[in-house]
């Protein structure tokens, strides 16, 4: 066992029963902060991500970590036994299957509650229960039924989908709230609950100030690329390298003139198309042109380095793999480790681990990303099966191991 009885959630039992991001993303937070969880998945086939080449075994190794794999047939009565019972003493259950697929399989939360009444059980969908709710969800179904993708992209361009799956992230982070709003209510009452999380009105939530907007402008804003509607100068723009990108967002009276300090620009001061905020909203095409002319001659480096001295807000516009080189995320810990052998080339690999930091509080990477079916006999020998038990369940591949 991996258990840090330092950590927050330490003593904490969490059973997964969920594929590619939600459900995962939900249960390895409350990894992260010490939870025991039991990642069920499928035997031979595991987690729907784990066979769709290396975007989705990226996955499998930042959001398993700090888990445990069972694999069982949850389809054989079996398998729905074994799931019970582990099911019994564990604290919290994490779901995101196909709306009502844990009802038919007998495995729902009104059938685990019977047996365990101070369950909670986080149900994670695409749409809250009502007229959508039998509709098959996904991230970009609620991009787009959100209204996020609208404003994602350039004005008049084609909708976009944002660069990671934010609608499963931001429901699976309303999961959690919920989760641990539900486990305090069970500390009073002792009564656990049902809890539910959905991507398409997690993504409304976001959208709220737009919405609001439309309701009161009656109509909508458009797209916004890079840009804020109250903000000029608020814009990426390419330095002297191709593709060597930087953010800068005059946000203040008082960036406007350390901005043209630190680049050079100081006779934009005495220009009175730029006086004011309104007066560089009113002629912002005209003020992103001759910015952009003046920072494609700089260094990127110098730049940034340039405007940081002015307290200018800046940011360098990273890749992915820019991240993997972050001081910063080094220097506090969120960039960790991991051990890979899951295909039999055993290496090292990086990823972020949740970042909540308090005064008491920490997260910590204790577990290597299970392979399928990793710990299927060590937990069912902690429920109190025998070996001969688990050996006619694995020989009627009820219960996965690994492929060795």
């Known amino acids: 066992m991996s258990s840090d009885r330092s950590l927050p959630l330490a003593?904490?039992?969490?059973?997964?029963?969920?594929?590619?991001?939600a459900a995962p993303f939900a249960?390895?937070?409350?990894?992260?902060?010490?939870a025991e969880v039991v990642k069920v998945e499928r035997p031979g086939v595991g987690d729907?991500?784990?066979?769709?080449?290396?975007?989705?075994?990226?996955?499998?190794?930042?959001?398993?970590?700090?888990?445990r794999s069972i694999a069982l047939d949850l389809k054989s009565?079996?398998?729905?036994?074994?799931?019970?019972?582990?099911?019994?003493?564990?604290?919290?259950?994490?779901?995101?299957?196909?709306?009502?697929v844990t009802d038919r399989l007998g495995i729902g939360y009104e059938d685990l509650r019977e047996a365990n009444p101070g369950l909670v059980y986080l149900s994670i969908k695409g749409f809250m229960r009502g007229s959508y709710g039998d509709r098959p969800?996904?991230?970009?179904v609620a991009e787009s039924m959100s209204g996020l993708s609208a404003m994602t992209g350039r004005p008049g361009g084609k909708p976009l989908?944002?660069?990671t799956s934010i609608a499963d992230i931001g429901a699976a982070l309303y999961g959690v709230i919920g989760v641990l709003t539900a486990l305090r209510a069970r500390d009073r009452t002792g009564e656990g609950q049902r809890i539910d999380a959905s991507l398409f009105e997690?993504?409304?939530?976001?959208?709220?100030?737009?919405?609001?907007?439309?309701?009161?402008?009656?109509q909508d804003h458009p797209a916004l690329g890079s840009s804020h509607p109250s903000f000029a100068l608020y814009d990426i723009f390419e330095t002297n390298e191709p593709n060597e990108w930087v953010f800068v967002g005059v946000t203040s009276e008082r960036h406007w003139p350390a901005f043209c300090r630190a680049t050079g620009m100081t006779e934009l001061l005495a220009d009175e198309r730029f006086e004011t905020v309104a007066a560089r909203l009113h002629h912002e095409s005209e003020l992103i042109r001759e910015v952009q002319e003046e920072l494609s001659t700089w260094d990127r480096e110098?730049?940034?380095?340039?405007?940081?001295?002015?307290?200018?807000?800046?940011?360098?516009?990273?890749?992915?793999?820019?991240?993997?080189?972050?001081s910063h995320l080094r220097e506090t810990g969120l960039l960790v480790d991991i051990f890979d052998d899951q295909h039999g080339s055993a290496e090292s690999l990086r990823t972020p681990l949740t970042p909540i930091r308090g005064s008491r509080t920490t997260t910590r990477q204790r577990r290597d990303p299970p392979k399928l079916g990793e710990h299927s006999r060590e937990i069912l020998r902690e429920l109190g099966y025998d070996a001969n038990e688990i050996a006619e369940l694995v020989a009627a591949d009820i219960v996965g191991e690994p492929d060795e």
């Open 137 to 140: 969800g996904m991230d970009m």
């Open 77 to 100: 009565s079996e398998g729905r036994t074994a799931y019970r019972d582990l099911v019994a003493d564990a604290d919290v259950v994490v779901e995101n299957l196909g709306p009502g």
């Open 11 to 21: 003593g904490l039992t969490v059973v997964e029963l969920g594929n590619i991001v």
């Open 27 to 34: 249960s390895v937070i409350l990894a992260d902060l010490g």
């Open 202 to 218: 997690s993504a409304v939530q976001w959208m709220g100030y737009w919405i609001t907007h439309a309701d009161m402008t009656g």
């Open 48 to 67: 729907i991500v784990r066979n769709t080449g290396d975007s989705g075994q990226s996955i499998i190794y930042a959001f398993s970590r700090n888990k």
């Open 161 to 163: 989908r944002v660069g």
């Open 302 to 326: 110098k730049l940034l380095a340039a405007l940081l001295e002015e307290s200018v807000p800046v940011a360098p516009v990273n890749k992915p793999s820019d991240l993997l080189h972050d």
